[in-house]
T-cell receptor
């Protein structure tokens, strides 16, 4: 069993839809949770960073962490075609840069 | 905006040949990382440098892979000899340091194809 599980998709939604992306994990010691966006043939770019449990909002993006369920989510409101990309969850024990464990990524396509 | 520079963008090589990738981190970033991303998977850490010193190379296949950051600035990752299973995107990333709230910046990667 992988430490971090993520549905690879692809996920196709119409423009303006609310998108929900999720990851589950097995290591209860993870404390730092990140969401990265990766466009085709580009490196990942940090979208959201959360420490421990709770919610965090940044514009159209909301990240949720439920440590009791070992489940994290990223919500995208009013999705745009420019949101079409692969979304990677990542987590670690010791900070937002150290020994990140990534999920496999979910490919999202927002149809105009 | 400052970026992590990587070259080449694409590399095609034959099995058993040697290949090398270069990375120039964002100026002032002391910590440098090499990740490998196989198609359809998330990135996996190969090696982490703090300045010129290796901090973690536990996942680096040392029989064929080597990495250096001689002056604590740019870095080179080498594979010799390359194998078919090495085909992947090799990503370099950097951060100012390793404090818990630091941000990781990735380059655009080198796409390696081993034939």
């Amino acid at each position: 069993q992988k430490e971090v599980e993520q549905d690879p998709g692809p996920l196709s939604v119409p423009e303006g839809a609310i998108v929900s992306l999720n990851c589950t994990y097995s290591n209860s010691a993870f404390q730092y949770f990140m969401w990265y966006r990766q466009y085709s043939r580009k490196g990942p770019e940090l979208l959201m960073y959360t420490y421990s449990s709770g919610n965090k909002e940044d514009g159209r993006f909301t990240a949720q962490v439920d440590k009791s369920s070992k489940y994290i989510s990223l919500f995208i409101r009013d999705s745009q075609p420019s949101d079409s990309a692969t979304y990677l969850c990542a987590m670690s024990l010791g900070g937002a840069t150290n020994k990140l464990i990534f999920g496999t990524g979910t490919l999202l396509a927002v149809q105009p | 905006e400052a970026e992590v520079a990587q070259s080449p963008r694409y590399k095609i090589t034959e099995k058993s040949q040697a290949v090398a990738f270069w990375c120039d981190p964002i100026s002032g970033h002391a910590t440098l990382y090499w990740y490998r991303q196989i198609l359809g998977q998330g990135p996996e850490l190969l090696v982490q440098f703090q300045d010129e010193s290796v901090v973690d190379d536990s996942q680096l296949p040392k029989d064929r892979f080597s990495a250096e950051r001689l002056k604590g600035v740019d870095s080179t990752l080498k594979i010799q000899p390359a194998e078919l299973g090495d085909s992947a995107m090799y990503l370099c990333a950097s951060s100012i340091g390793t404090a818990s709230n630091e941000k990781l910046f990735f380059g655009s990667g080198t796409q390696l194809s081993v034939l």
